[in-house]
């Protein structure tokens, strides 16, 4: 099946640093991964469109200047988290798209990655 | 706007016993459906989905769903659950034409053994 990694899975930084966060798709090539943001006890809400090769784009209320997304390779998306302040903390996930040509598209998961903003 | 919701935030069951959960969407258009399972400590794998075509749907693990067009539902079920579904469920909507998809609050099932 189609897997999606994160790396790393737990970060712990001081406010002010930035942070990157990596999600590579293992077995397919994804023109498009998506990143999501988890509250605790919430819902995902998503952040941002990944596209291989252009600029991402960012859902309404989305900082694209603090959150630096970066879709290099059909393989590889990175989300930096710049100047990481408390309220940035947060479990991030990201998905990749398995692109069958259509309507039947489906997103896989990453195990996502917990951000702790000191 | 569009919205999913999933009326069921915390369900208890006993082992056997049936279940259904319930997503509602709000969107008028055509639609894609999801229904996702989160383990304690694990990611997001994908249950079932729908696109089109026979409006029951069968997935993993003996889960299936209902879309019912006309009440904007598709509601998760499983005659008999077991331990090992305690987990949290998403429902999740893809409006046809975009690949952005709406997910619900969730539903936490734990099932008592």
């Known amino acids: 099946g189609a897997v999606v990694s994160q790396h790393p899975s737990r970060v712990i930084c001081k406010s002010g640093t930035s942070v990157k966060i990596e999600c590579r798709s293992l077995?397919?090539?994804?023109?498009?991964m998506f990143w999501y943001r988890q509250f605790p006890k919430q819902s995902l809400m998503l952040m941002a469109t990944?596209?291989?090769?252009?600029?991402?784009?960012?859902e309404q209320g989305v900082e694209k200047d603090k959150f630096l997304i970066n879709h290099a390779s059909l393989t590889l998306s990175t989300l930096t988290v710049t100047s990481a302040h408390p309220e940035d903390s947060s479990f991030y996930i990201c998905?990749?798209?398995?692109?069958?040509?259509?309507?039947?598209?489906?997103?896989?998961f990453g195990p996502g990655t917990r951000l702790t903003v000191l | 706007a569009q919205s999913v919701s999933q009326h069921n935030h915390h369900v208890i069951l006993s082992e056997a016993a049936s279940l259904e959960l319930g997503c509602n969407y709000s969107?008028?258009?055509?639609?894609?459906l999801f229904w996702y399972v989160q383990y304690p400590g694990q990611h997001l794998q994908l249950l079932l989905k729908?696109?089109?075509?026979?409006?029951l749907v069968k997935g993993i693990k003996g889960f299936e769903a209902e879309f019912i067009k006309s009440k904007f539902s598709f509601n998760l079920r499983k005659p008999s659950v077991q331990w090992s579904d305690t987990a949290e469920y998403f429902c999740?909507?893809?409006?046809?034409?975009?690949?952005?998809?709406?997910f619900g609050t969730g539903t936490r099932l734990k099932v008592l053994a």
């Open positions: 969107y008028g258009g055509t639609v894609n």
């Open positions: 990944s596209n291989e090769g252009s600029k991402a784009t960012y």
């Open positions: 729908y696109f089109s075509g026979d409006p």
């Open positions: 077995d397919f090539q994804a023109t498009t």
């Open positions: 999740a909507v893809g409006p046809s034409g975009t690949y952005k998809y709406i």
């Open positions: 998905s990749a798209r398995v692109d069958s040509g259509g309507a039947a598209d489906t997103q896989y």
